[in-house]
């Protein structure tokens, strides 16, 4: 009869070890998804409140700039090659062909 209350006893020791491993693997699984949304709550929150950053208005005055200075660019290298280089070019590639030598 001793060793059954023995084996009892042992019994309920060791199923109490257990549940305190389950119960603290438990609380730690949620102190960690706890600190994980609190952690997301204080970066969106310093997100939201963040008054940096470009605004519309910047950005289209960006791309209005870059537009117009590669506009400014293409017509003038359109000019160039039109007035200068291509004229040159023909006359020295006519000259080439009528070549009498």
Do not use: H
Request: aromatic residues 8%.
């Amino acid at each position: 009869m001793r060793n059954f209350f023995k084996s009892i006893n042992n019994t309920a020791r060791a199923a109490k070890a257990k549940f305190n491993a389950v119960k603290s693997a438990v609380c730690r699984k949620i102190r960690s998804a706890r600190a994980a949304a609190y952690r997301l709550a204080v970066r969106s929150n310093t997100m939201l409140a963040a008054n940096r950053g470009e605004n519309f208005v910047d950005s289209g005055i960006k791309i209005l700039i870059a537009v117009v200075i590669g506009a400014l660019l293409l017509g003038g290298l359109y000019a160039l090659f039109g007035d200068t280089i291509m004229p040159t070019v023909t006359q020295k590639v006519k000259d080439m062909f009528n070549f009498k030598g």
